[in-house]
């Protein structure tokens, strides 16, 4: 069967939402049961996929009983995680183009996410619903939860650091969230926290001022509460956090047979979302007892605060699709952030020198932005030309650089896959003038040396908090003794999305973008913050640190798709935590006084400016 007509089977069963019937449960990724249903059906059409093809296994599909959701989500983990069935065919994602004309007014009612949403509340809230109602984000946060499923298919296993990644995935969604909400001139999200009951312990049962709702699915208004479900009683929550918490506290989790095993990331994050386990000793899975499901349960509870029976959807945070539309989503993973923090403020600082290169910045003027379109690099050989336009000496690296980062919001016709393949004419959706990044960074090895160069971006104001770093790049660059100059565009940032971007500096359609893992990774117009809509722009501090690659290197990432919040396909390639050098707290909490005494790292100062107005 052509490829072509392979995918538009896989397209027509995954897209279509007909409402389920009467006595068919709703399906949701976040509930313990249906994972297990899926990823016992997903087991059986990866065997047949490899088997006989994925025709045959699309067949076994359509002709399947099971719940339809439950076989859409198979189906998408088959696609994902077959190996034969991904050379022919894809998970459908989100498709956004610009339109001929600019639009200024919102986004039409009618459509699937309106902006300004009037269900938003408070009214205040609404001035990011631009950002939380982004399609591109949203189907971001779907296809990551494919490839990394809380429950893999039958026969498969999680990668070692999956949880890990879990836990720092979303920590990245809460830095850019808040740094949003600075912009917008709002304050932090409150991590919906639990609050003590009249009887002592902990219990979720404080009002949620927030009401949300989208088209189709259920409203929740300002001042519902979290309750039992027939599915989940509230007291769960309460249990798994004091579980979380002793953990933490433990620095141990608790496994089969009575056994504890020293607690990392990884296996916080795993049983903070109740997903599959891996020993980090070993190669099978490990037995945690005890922790529920803390962060998939309160998933559901908030989608069913309301009671849904005139409505097959529930709310929004009920599926992977549209769970990030909705404000308490993040109250929610603040929760579930403070956790992994409290995790890691036990595990001391970082030694920067154990796994710094043996390089050195002289300053903040070592880093330069320089608008890519200017940039005329033969064979996309940045480096190349930003030896030639800079070279080594400090008074050439001024020009043509800029302190600016340009953003505007562009009109856009988008494809939306979970919507019956609707297609939203006039979406206002953020993009960026590209831009890349020169750095000169004096090698002080007597011979060559590989180094991982990391980039992160923070809020001028948010840039004293660690967990507000936003990472913009990491990557490897070969240095030669004495004074290097490397440029980074960012349409290869290790952030995003790369297929499909067609900036100067992006990877070739041909180079290996065929792995479903390239259908992961942050949407690239969302790379860089909104900035503010005035002629000041807002400021940031762009940060960039270099450490041995040699030291640095767990595995070669031979994927395309966003290696820091994806990983690759066998193992996360990096040997450090994610987030390094901000996955610490910093000697006496002073970010910026850490970086400007190391002189492998360095700062520089930008302003980050929208040249439209914010919708809403």
Same mark, same amino acid.
């Given at each position: 069967m052509a490829g072509s007509d392979l995918q538009d089977r896989v397209n027509a069963l995954v897209t279509a939402s007909t409402p389920p019937a009467a006595d068919v449960e709703r399906f949701s990724p976040f509930r313990?049961?249906?994972?297990?249903?899926?990823?016992?059906l997903a087991g059986e059409l990866i065997g047949i996929a490899e088997d006989r093809g994925p025709a045959a296994a699309m067949d076994a599909a359509e002709r399947s009983d099971e719940n339809p959701g439950i076989v859409k989500h198979a189906v998408k983990l088959m696609?994902?995680?077959?190996?034969?069935?991904?050379?022919?065919?894809?998970?459908?994602?989100?498709?956004?183009?610009?339109?001929?004309?600019?639009l200024a007014?919102?986004?039409?009612?009618?459509?699937?996410?309106?902006?300004p949403n009037p269900a938003t509340q408070p009214a205040s809230e609404r001035v990011l619903d631009w950002y939380r109602q982004d399609p591109r984000a949203n189907d971001h946060h779907s296809h990551w939860h494919i490839v990394y499923p809380g429950r893999p298919p039958d026969g498969l296993l999680a990668q070692k650091r999956q949880g890990e990644l879990f836990l720092y995935m979303h920590q990245q969604m809460m830095?850019?969230?808040?740094?949003?909400?600075?912009? *917008?001139?709002?304050?932090? !999200?409150?991590?919906?926290? &639990?609050?003590? %009951? /009249?009887?002592? =312990?902990? #219990?979720?049962?404080?009002?949620?001022?927030?009401?949300?709702?989208?088209?189709?699915?259920t409203t929740r208004p300002p001042g519902e509460t979290l309750h039992d479900t027939a599915d989940v009683p509230l007291?769960?929550?309460?249990?798994?956090?004091?579980?979380?918490?002793?953990?933490?506290?433990?620095? *141990?989790?608790?496994?089969? !047979?009575?056994?504890?095993? &020293?607690?990392? %990331? /990884?296996?916080? =994050?795993? #049983?903070?979302?109740?997903?599959?386990?891996?020993?980090?000793?070993?190669?099978?899975?490990?037995?945690?007892?005890?922790?529920?499901?803390?962060?998939?349960?309160?998933?559901?509870?908030?989608?069913?605060?309301v009671p849904t029976?005139?409505?097959?959807?529930?709310?929004?945070?009920?599926?992977?699709?549209?769970?990030?539309?909705d404000p308490f989503f993040y109250r929610w993973h603040g929760h579930i952030d403070d956790l992994y923090a409290s995790y890691q403020d036990t595990t001391g600082a970082n030694d920067y020198d154990a796994f710094a290169a043996d390089v050195r910045f002289r300053g903040h003027d070592d880093v330069a932005?320089?608008?890519?379109?200017?940039?005329?690099?033969?064979?996309?050989d940045f480096s190349a030309w930003a030896v030639q336009r800079f070279g080594a000496d400090p008074a050439t690296f001024a020009a043509p650089a800029s302190d600016e980062l340009l953003t505007r919001f562009v009109a856009a016709r988008v494809w939306i896959p979970w919507a019956d393949g609707a297609t939203v004419n006039g979406a206002m959706l953020l993009e960026h003038d590209p831009f890349t990044v020169v750095l000169r960074i004096e090698s002080l090895a007597a011979a060559a040396q590989d180094v991982t160069v990391r980039l992160f971006l923070a809020h001028g104001d948010l840039a004293g908090d660690r967990r507000r770093w936003i990472e913009l790049d990491k990557f490897r660059a070969t240095l030669q003794p004495g004074v290097n100059v490397v440029a980074q565009p960012d349409a290869r940032s290790s952030v995003i999305k790369r297929k499909g971007v067609t900036a100067p500096g992006a990877v070739a359609p041909g180079t290996g973008l065929g792995s479903m893992w390239c259908d992961c990774g942050w949407p690239y117009g969302l790379l860089l913050p909104s900035g503010a809509s005035s002629a000041a722009g807002t400021p940031f501090k762009l940060m960039a640190a270099v450490t041995n690659h040699e030291l640095d290197r767990a595995n070669e990432a031979t994927t395309c798709g966003s290696m820091s919040f994806c990983g690759a396909e066998d193992e996360y390639p990096?040997?450090?935590?994610?987030?390094?050098?901000?996955?610490?707290?910093?000697?006496?909490?002073?970010?910026?006084?850490?970086?400007?005494?190391?002189?492998?790292?360095?700062?520089r100062d930008v302003t980050i400016r929208c040249a439209d107005a914010h919708p809403g």
């Open positions: 313990e049961d249906h994972l297990e249903r899926s990823a016992r696609v994902t995680h077959s190996p034969r069935a991904r050379r022919d065919v894809a998970v459908p994602a989100v498709h956004a183009a610009p339109t001929a004309a600019r007014a919102a986004v039409p009612a009618q459509t699937l996410m309106p902006v830095a850019r969230y808040t740094t949003e909400r600075a912009i *917008a001139g709002l304050a932090p !999200a409150v991590p919906f926290e &639990p609050v003590a %009951a /009249a009887g002592g =312990g902990e #219990a979720y049962g404080a009002a949620i001022p927030e009401g949300y709702g989208l088209p189709r699915y007291g769960r929550l309460a249990s798994a956090h004091h579980a979380l918490v002793a953990a933490v506290a433990d620095r *141990a989790v608790d496994v089969g !047979a009575g056994g504890t095993h &020293p607690l990392t %990331a /990884a296996l916080l =994050g795993a #049983a903070t979302e109740s997903s599959e386990a891996i020993d980090p000793d070993g190669q099978q899975p490990l037995p945690l007892v005890g922790y529920g499901s803390l962060h998939n349960n309160g998933h559901v509870l908030v989608s069913e605060v029976a005139a409505n097959p959807h529930a709310g929004p945070m009920y599926y992977f699709e549209t769970a990030i539309c932005l320089v608008p890519s379109a200017s940039i005329t690099a033969p064979d996309g990096d040997a450090r935590a994610m987030g390094y050098p901000f996955d610490k707290r910093f000697p006496n909490d002073d970010v910026l006084a850490t970086i400007g005494s190391h002189p492998t790292m360095t700062v």
